[in-house]
């Protein structure tokens, strides 16, 4: 890891992977088959990318019994446990319809209509993890979309992990599909004989993936496109160094393009840190992969106070903060960029990850300078509501007319005149 003192300005914005023309014209031709072919299409890409040959891509029930005796009693606790704190939090974010009235009688609104249909992503490979079907779903049900539908690609055994089958289950998802790549999210857009269209289709994937995404969005809407774990910490010298190291380390795992940085006023602590991060990175099962993104993308950065390391942080604006502080609640106010914010020493970032209750789907790339995380309002929409009375129309007519002349439309101000004719019978 390097230690940097910071001069200029600093970025987390990497390039965002936008695929060859080769990419993007297959994931083109994928789409348009699937259009034209339905099911037949996903049977002929799950053979040629997947090497597995289906007549029917639903999971089927045996399938998901069997997901539960490959999976331990304790850990299907613990899926339930999370879930529970999950919905709790993001009950938290229900949004309902309200009205306003004015003495003219008008009466406006906001009314509030969950998604009908939403499709979840979940990658193959070693990238599919059951807390994103936790962290997708459970706040599309809070929203109350009545159908929910999973996508994945099926593994060597033409079925999908264990683990995802069983936090599925766990949610009453009752729609799955063995299907993956541009192939699935075309088939969610447009729909086949087997798979009817969602509205809105959500989850991380790799480059066919995001294309196909990007391609459909218009047919269908989109969640944002997610790039690799970013985590910053903000410490002084009461911070543990293994602890931080720790942390910075949790992220590094993900994926070689993952960012891991560390802010301090404190020389000490940086050199502390990284020593620990060199110590730790040895034993770690996913070694290759941090250690890449940690060469890479990893820095820590000393600054001569903490207010400049607050800006730093505020200029880096990162996915997942952790501040590791004497006293984290005096900062948080001065925080004004960091998807997550996690505070003091026992907050390490796969608490929020797992278990916590907030969502881990979050912005990347410094996004969050202007973007949220997944929140329950991605699965909801809003109707606006209007009602004039007759007090109120005979009271503002000529001006929504004149109005209307202003712009040169003649037939909106005519529209709101020809009530006029009314008042003349
Ligand atoms: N940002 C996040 O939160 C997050 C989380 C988990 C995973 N991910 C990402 O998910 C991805 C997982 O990748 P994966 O490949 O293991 O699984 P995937 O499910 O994203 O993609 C597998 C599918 O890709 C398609 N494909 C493969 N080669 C192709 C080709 N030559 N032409 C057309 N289609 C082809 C196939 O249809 C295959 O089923 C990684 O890129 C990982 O970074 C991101
Ligand atoms: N930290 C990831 C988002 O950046 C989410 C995740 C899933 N599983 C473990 N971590
Ligand atoms: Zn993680």
Redesign the pocket.
């Known amino acids: 890891m390097k230690i940097e003192r910071v001069e200029g300005t600093v970025s987390l914005r990497r390039t965002i992977e936008s695929g060859t023309e080769e990419q993007r014209r297959a994931v083109q031709q994928i789409i348009d088959d699937v259009r034209n072919n339905g099911d037949r299409a996903l049977k002929k890409y799950t053979e040629m990318f997947d090497g597995i040959s289906f007549d029917t891509f639903a999971v089927t029930q045996e399938e998901i019994e069997e997901a539960y005796w490959l999976i331990n009693e304790e850990m299907v606790h613990i899926i339930r446990e999370a879930a529970q704190n999950i919905r709790e939090y993001h009950e938290r974010q229900r949004m309902t319809s309200w009205f306003m009235t004015r003495d003219d009688g008008t009466i406006l609104g906001q009314k509030v209509t969950p998604l009908d249909a939403v499709g979840l992503y979940v990658p193959g490979g070693t990238a599919a993890?059951p807390?994103?079907v936790l962290?997708n779903v459970i706040p599309a049900q809070v929203a109350g979309v009545k159908r929910i539908v999973i996508v994945s690609p099926p593994n060597e055994r033409g079925t999908l992990p264990a683990a995802v089958l069983v936090a599925a289950c766990e949610l009453g998802v009752q729609e799955i599909y063995k299907v993956g790549g541009a192939q699935a999210i075309a088939a969610l857009a447009y729909g086949t004989e087997t798979i009817e269209p969602v509205d809105k289709i959500f989850g991380p994937g790799n480059i066919y993936v995001a294309l196909a995404k990007r391609e459909v969005f218009g047919q269908v809407d989109i969640d944002m496109i997610?790039g690799?774990?970013?985590?910053v910490v903000l410490a002084d010298e009461t911070a543990k160094p293994n602890e931080i190291a720790a942390d910075l380390l949790?992220?590094a795992e993900?994926d070689e393009r993952?960012v891991s940085i560390l802010v301090t006023p404190s020389l000490q602590l940086a050199l502390k840190v990284e020593e620990e991060v060199e110590k730790q990175l040895a034993t770690l099962p996913r070694k290759e992969i941090a250690q890449k993104a940690m060469n890479e993308y990893g820095v820590i950065y000393v600054t001569d106070t903490m207010k400049q390391a607050i800006d730093v942080v505020n200029e880096l604006a990162p996915?997942?903060l952790e501040v590791m502080t004497a006293e984290p609640f005096e900062i948080l106010s001065d925080i004004r960029h960091a998807g997550a914010i996690f505070l003091g020493s026992y907050s390490s970032?796969?608490v929020?990850?797992?278990f916590a209750g907030t969502n881990?789907?979050?912005p990347?790339n410094g996004t969050a300078r202007f973007s949220s995380g997944l929140t329950v309002e991605a699965f909801m929409k809003k109707s606006s509501i209007v009602f004039y009375s007759e007090q109120a129309w005979r009271q503002h007519a000529a001006k929504i007319a004149a109005f209307a002349r202003l712009e040169g439309l003649e037939a909106h101000a005519r529209a709101v005149e020809e009530r006029l004719k009314r008042g003349d019978k």
């Open positions: 993890y807390s994103s962290m997610a690799p774990s970013e985590i949790s992220q993900h993952s996915e997942h970032e796969p929020g990850d797992y881990h789907v979050l990347t």
